[in-house]
């Protein structure tokens, strides 16, 4: 019953920890030109970071043991995967920031200045993804609904 409880209760902080986090890079990304915009955009990123392994690490957790409801009820449900959908989907996007992200912080560590010209694209795919984590939490809340599944729930 505690394990349950906390895996829960962590899957959840580490969604709204995610989700301010990528909302405040995508904020402070739009004008990363200003160092303290970019100091503050990479500590968001950071926090993102930390924020979806916590998720994904948790989530794999409730799945996989089954401390909530069974492993076939996530397999079997059509709304579980819509919500791994938006998960894929947010981390291919995530592909192109992270690696800009790395590049900045690299030559950040070198004494130089990054060229922040993608800043704003990186921003809006940064707001994207919020909106991903929106469609996730949707999916994540009709499927504790019982939505979704092809079989009878217990």
């Not at 994904?56 to 996989?64: A, D, E, H, V």
């Not at 200045?113 to 999916?139: C, D, E, F, K, W």
């Amino acid at each position: 019953m505690l394990v349950r409880w906390l895996l829960a209760a962590f899957h959840l902080l580490a969604l709204g920890i995610g989700l301010g986090a990528i909302w405040a890079r995508a904020h402070w990304l739009r004008n990363s030109s200003d160092p303290r915009h970019l100091r503050y955009a990479l500590a968001a990123d950071t926090w993102w970071g930390l924020a979806a392994l916590l998720w994904i690490g948790t989530g794999l957790w409730r799945m996989l043991a089954g401390t909530e409801k069974p492993t076939e009820y996530y397999l079997h449900n059509h709304v579980f995967w819509a919500k791994m959908a938006a998960l894929v989907l947010i981390l291919l996007l995530e592909l192109r920031p992270m690696l800009t992200l790395i590049r900045w912080r690299r030559e950040l560590a070198r004494g130089g200045t990054p060229n922040t010209a993608a800043g704003a694209t990186l921003s809006r795919i940064s707001y994207l993804q919020a909106v991903l984590i929106g469609v996730m939490v949707l999916a994540a809340t009709a499927m504790a609904r019982g939505l979704g599944a092809v079989f009878p729930r217990d």
